[in-house]
């Protein structure tokens, strides 16, 4: 948005510079001149106003705004296109695609400014799931002007959607000669290289993006999975403490961190960070009013941030099997976590096997007599639906 409200303001400088000087030397504009791409624009104020309305999020006041601008000046190109992504920021895309598509009609100042608009129309396309359009607008865009960044990274985007990853390859690659700083680029194709599995095209990728911005969390992110893939345990809880230390109470990182030491089998510390993320993302906790002391099933209704809290008793050295399970079709990724009467988490459980979202916490052996406490809630692979949970007591 930044970028565009720095171009419309040149071309609107440039459009009333162009009037005074024609003012100034008398002459009146002859119809080649208006058909030129900078013309002459009546009340210029209005399209600052609408792109002040615009950058506050007012967006009804400036369609109100644009459409005053393009009552006066009907075939002027900027103020459909401003008004366009104003509906575009409504949701009203048939609206936005109208004006877009009309302020295309019209003579443009600068070839960034064509591929502008074909870029963002090829968003909206893209909103409105027609995604053939929006690459025809994406290569019109790039045509226009080979050098825009923005687009390729767009197209290469629904060239990874649409499978076709060395399309996708390449155009991250023209991205990175234009950009050779371009962050987004870098952990997009280290993505698109994990996922072909091209771990070490994909590792350099990530050092590239990290050596540009050491503040990129999402690059730690990135590069931890990578590291945990290649069983690189402690890089990658290396990589994911980072990103903890820059954002210390977003819970989804206590769970890639829970997966990791659940894998590298540091069960306790893999138990307190999945403890820490349920208690980041709960909405609602449910606390069974009595205590178990005896084998039991039951089913629980799940939804996003929900945790179910069930206390049992139970003696030093007994065996406690907690299983939970989805109900189908229902997608529910469980989680288990016992805890102690302190709330020292101490043994946990995602996914019991590859390919598997049910949890399992098999024979876990009590440490002293008292009082436990079975935690249910999900992880990241499905909330809302109904579970199946049992816990059974061994001797």
Do not use: C
């Not at 506050?56 to 006041?61: G, V």
């Not at 002007?145 to 996708?168: G, I, N």
Request: proline letters at 4%; charged letters at 20%; hydrophobic letters at 40%.
């Amino acid at each position: 948005m930044r970028k565009f409200s720095v171009l419309i303001a040149f071309i609107v400088m440039l459009s009333v510079i162009s009037s005074a000087n024609a003012q100034d030397s008398g002459e009146q504009a002859s119809p080649q001149t208006q058909e030129s791409s900078v013309s002459i624009v009546v009340a210029p104020e209005l399209l600052f106003k609408g792109q002040a309305a615009l950058d506050e999020q007012s967006f009804d006041r400036a369609i109100m705004d644009y459409s005053l601008f393009i009552l006066l000046n009907p075939t002027y190109s900027q103020g459909y296109f401003s008004r366009g992504l104003s509906y575009q920021a409504l949701g009203e895309l048939d609206s936005a695609l109208n004006d877009v598509s009309q302020a295309l009609e019209y003579p443009s100042p600068a070839p960034e400014y064509t591929s502008l608009l074909y870029f963002t129309r090829a968003q909206i396309y893209i909103q409105k799931d027609e995604i053939d359009s929006a690459l025809s607008d994406l290569d019109a865009s790039i045509e226009a002007y080979p050098e825009s960044t923005e687009s390729l990274l767009l197209r290469a985007r629904v060239y990874s959607f649409q499978q076709r990853l060395d399309d996708a390859l390449n155009d991250y690659a023209s991205v990175i000669r234009i950009e050779p700083e371009n962050t987004d680029a870098y952990l997009e194709r280290g993505t698109l290289n994990y996922q072909l599995r091209h771990l070490d095209e994909a590792l350099d990728d990530y050092n590239h993006a990290l050596e540009i911005n050491p503040d990129n969390i999402q690059g730690y992110v990135d590069r931890a999975i990578l590291h945990n893939a290649n069983a690189d345990f402690q890089s990658a809880l290396a990589d994911v403490n980072t990103a903890i230390d820059m954002s210390p109470n977003t819970g989804s990182l206590y769970f890639l961190r829970g997966s990791i030491n659940e894998q590298a089998k540091n069960i306790p510390q893999a138990a307190s960070d999945y403890f820490r993320a349920l208690n980041l993302g709960q909405t609602r906790i449910f606390t069974a009013p009595d205590s178990a002391t005896s084998s039991q099933s039951f089913t629980l209704e799940m939804s996003e941030g929900w945790v179910y809290h069930i206390p049992f008793e139970a003696s030093a050295g007994q065996k406690v099997t907690a299983q939970a399970s989805q109900i189908n079709p229902d997608v529910v990724d469980p989680l288990l976590v016992i805890v102690d009467a302190n709330e020292n988490a101490l043994v946990a459980n995602d996914d019991a096997a590859v390919g598997n979202l049910n949890a399992v916490i098999e024979d876990y052996e009590i440490p002293e007599d008292g009082l436990y406490t079975l935690i249910v809630g999900h992880a990241r692979g499905g909330f809302n639906g109904n579970i199946t949970v049992s816990l059974d007591f061994g001797d």
